[in-house]
């Protein structure tokens, strides 16, 4: 069985809703980033970066990164076509964006939350809290013009990649903001949201 080591409203969404999505049985183990367990020796022997979420496979591979996550999920459950197989021809810009998605949005996120790590003038925590959000706002205007889907991301259908735009908009400070100037955003998120899986999946880390 799959074993994924997750903590409320973090990245650990994506394979969350995908599991559930592909009906695929895996066991949650949860970690308290606050209580430090995620630095604890227990937890760095399963995935030496202290990130959570990690994912560890059913032969016993550890990986982390929600989107290695989910390509390594898509390609070995691809009957629900969340993830283009090889040979498809959308997979190409499937990877473009799933990887803007993880490199841009994701770490710009961790700035909006976390000014002081990224600088030394604590003096300066606001300001870098200020540009990380009119970073994260432009990075979602990039995600909203490349929309080809109606309501999804990609016009072939549902995808790893609507799941991943609507965890990372539910992160946002003022989602009415951020959909009052993303129209295509805002209905790809609500048509997420209308779904079972994600419904069931954000209870659970709303409790």
Not at 87 to 104: G, H, I, K, Y
Not at 133 to 149: E, P
Request: charged share 20%; proline share 8%; glycine share 6%.
């Amino acid at each position: 069985m799959y074993r994924l080591y997750w903590e409320a409203c973090s990245g650990a969404i994506l394979p969350q809703v995908m599991f559930e999505e592909m009906s695929v049985p895996y066991e949650r183990i949860p970690v308290d980033m606050a209580a430090g367990e995620h630095q604890t020796a227990e937890y760095l022997a399963v995935n030496p970066t202290g990130q959570v979420p990690a994912l560890e496979l059913p032969d016993g591979t550890v990986i982390g990164e929600s989107a290695a996550m989910a390509l390594v999920l898509g390609e070995r459950h691809p009957e629900p076509g969340l993830v283009p197989g090889m040979e498809d021809a959308a997979r190409p810009v499937f990877l473009r964006w799933l990887l803007f998605m993880a490199a841009s949005v994701y770490m710009t996120f961790v700035r909006v939350n976390h000014p002081e790590r990224f600088v030394t003038d604590h003096s300066c925590v606001e300001s870098a809290h200020q540009a990380a959000l009119d970073s994260i706002n432009k990075q979602f205007q990039v995600l909203d013009s490349a929309i080809s889907g109606d309501p999804w991301f990609m016009p072939a259908g549902y995808s790893a990649l609507d799941i991943y735009a609507t965890m990372l908009a539910d992160w946002h400070p003022d989602r009415g903001h951020l959909f009052a100037h993303n129209p295509s955003l805002a209905r790809l998120c609500l048509a997420v949201e209308g779904r079972p899986a994600y419904a069931e999946v954000i209870a659970q880390h709303r409790t």
